[in-house]
């Protein structure tokens, strides 16, 4: 009798424990803004992504999680509106991976409503790879072409960018708690960046006789492309000729579907309750909403 509840003694705790924890899923759309896509949001060149994580609650409404999220980012002037970057005619497609920490904070605790507004930030790290398609259909990867002078011995300042990068995740959305396992949601996150090299484009074009010498036909070729256009100009832009605005760093963003899944069985671990029956208190707000 001893050993058995010795034993309950060690195994509550645990079972409680793993109630706090939930496994997670995402699925929706990833997207960017910068020298090849205006707009902040927009779903025009949206790509598809997916992304599964963990979930730890620390309280009934503040959580941590962690996570990796899949996604592509693009871009192409010739769906742009603004005559100067039509004319450019630069394209880029590149994947992401990104990892992340965040906290989130619910407005309400599921445990006691059906739904509940929430925000999220924290830090992540991401790769990226942009590339592009030449007029043959050959994939090139273009960071190593240094199109704007990176790397080229004539322009010291110009270093290649990194291409696993920092940043700063933020962003809201709604849950909806199916049951007392499963909730679903809608959340929209937005990532700030250091760089602004995840489209390749960044500040001027150089002088192409030194991207010839140093990287080759096909980095002049790629770094500028309005000869390619019915009626665009052939003509190489003059070395310092501006290819795009490095006053504002890349972002990219995620928005989609989230299903959490608790782990263990039962109420939480803050409803006050041994098994899946609430108390009077907690009863009453279920029906608000």
Known sequence: MRTTILLLLAVLPLTLMAQRWHITGFGGLSNY???LQEKRITTNQANGAFGLGVQYDLNPKLSLRG???YGKLSGDDKKNTDSF????NLNFTSPLLEGHILAEYRFFDLDNYRFTPYVFAGLGIFGFEPYTFDTTG???YLQPLGTEGQGLSIYPDRKPYKRVQVALPFGAGLKFRLNEMVTLGYEIGWRKTFTDYIDDVSTTYVD?????AERGPKAVELSYR???LKDGNPN???DGTVRGGSKVKDWYYFQGITVGVRLGSGSGPFSGGGGGKRSRQTDCPRNVF
């Not at 970057?85 to 450019?88: I, Q, S, Y």
């Open 208 to 212: 192409p006789a030194a991207l010839l």
């Open 33 to 35: 803004q910068g020298d």
């Open 85 to 88: 970057l039509v004319a450019r």
């Open 67 to 69: 996570g990796l999220v």
């Open 138 to 140: 050959q994939k090139y």
């Open 226 to 228: 309005g000869g390619e």
């Open 236 to 238: 190489y832009p003059a």
